[in-house]
């Protein structure tokens, strides 16, 4: 820690604290996650797995990594600050108001190309979710997926089998307790698309009431009026019961309604170009 002056405290847990800090020569805004590894054994495995999968992932629309290293017993973490908050904290913000259909594309088809980066590279985030979903740019307008605490490599093409995750965001397989993949991811990336129009989650109360909502594949439907057929369809394409139903990440890109809006933005390491076009002045 010697390197970084620490700002603020933005998180703590049982095993660690997360803290907002900056580079002594540059005083570059960066992130520290500090994890007790003595603490907890299995604890040193989920933090071994976590810098593993962050040393896997470089994308302008993935938190980068930039280094780790063990200090008195704990393993520090060092990220990139995403200094506009969270997906979630817009939502929150825009209501009552909307999201304009062209914003509502654009934020997503950066989730979806940084979660195509992800699966590339076989791990399953498991754990997509508007909260673990960051903004950036001087617009808030560059979205970085983070949060890969409970990520998973799979390796040898294998199957996942532990059940976890945020149970409103959860597929089905996981659920009904089998063996799932990057399908699972999937179904999150709809649940996302879903509360970016309609500012509320698919699925809300209790756990009970959620899991037995997910199971049985009810879905709640978007203002097709305002965004369009084609949205509720894409939608329930991701939220599939069955994970053989559903498209990858590259099937998605592919699709004639997100192809357009890919090729507008124009992202370039972590940057916007001018060719994108945010409305955050929402309706």
């Not at 995403?82 to 209501?95: P, V």
């Not at 899991?211 to 369809?233: E, H, N, P, R, T």
Request: net charge positive; aromatic share 8%; charged share 20%.
């Amino acid at each position: 820690m010697d390197l970084y002056n620490v700002v603020g405290l933005l998180g703590q847990g049982t095993f660690g604290t997360i803290h907002l800090c900056e580079r002594k020569h540059n005083q570059q805004k960066i992130v520290i996650k500090r994890i007790n590894v003595e603490l907890n054994g299995a604890n040193t495995e989920g933090a071994k797995n976590e810098v593993a999968v962050l040393k896997s992932l470089n994308h302008p629309n993935v938190i980068q990594f930039y280094d780790s290293f063990m200090k008195s017993g704990s393993l520090y973490i060092v990220m990139e600050y995403a200094n506009k908050g969270t997906l979630f904290d817009l939502i929150s913000r825009i209501k009552p108001k909307r999201f304009t259909p062209q914003t509502v594309m654009n934020l997503f088809c950066q989730i979806l190309m940084g979660l195509n980066h992800i699966h590339a590279r076989k791990v399953i985030h498991r754990d997509l979710k508007t909260e673990n979903i960051f903004l950036t740019g001087l617009r808030a307008d560059v979205i970085k997926i983070g949060d890969f605490g409970i990520s998973k490599i799979l390796l040898n093409n294998k199957n996942a089998h532990t059940v976890i995750g945020t149970c409103n965001y959860v597929a089905p397989e996981l659920c009904d307790g089998k063996p799932y993949d990057i399908k699972s991811d999937i179904w999150s990336l709809g649940c996302v698309l879903y509360e970016l129009c309609a500012l509320e989650r698919m699925y809300e109360g209790t756990i009970y009431n959620v899991v037995l909502a997910i199971a049985a594949g009810q879905k709640k439907v978007v203002d097709v009026s305002y965004y369009g057929i084609q949205m509720q369809q894409m939608i329930e394409l991701m939220v599939q019961v069955d994970p053989n139903d559903r498209p990858d990440t590259t099937a998605l890109m592919s699709l004639s309604d997100v192809f357009p809006s890919l090729h507008v933005l124009g992202t370039n390491l972590g940057c916007i170009s001018k060719g994108a076009k945010f409305d955050f002045n929402a309706v």
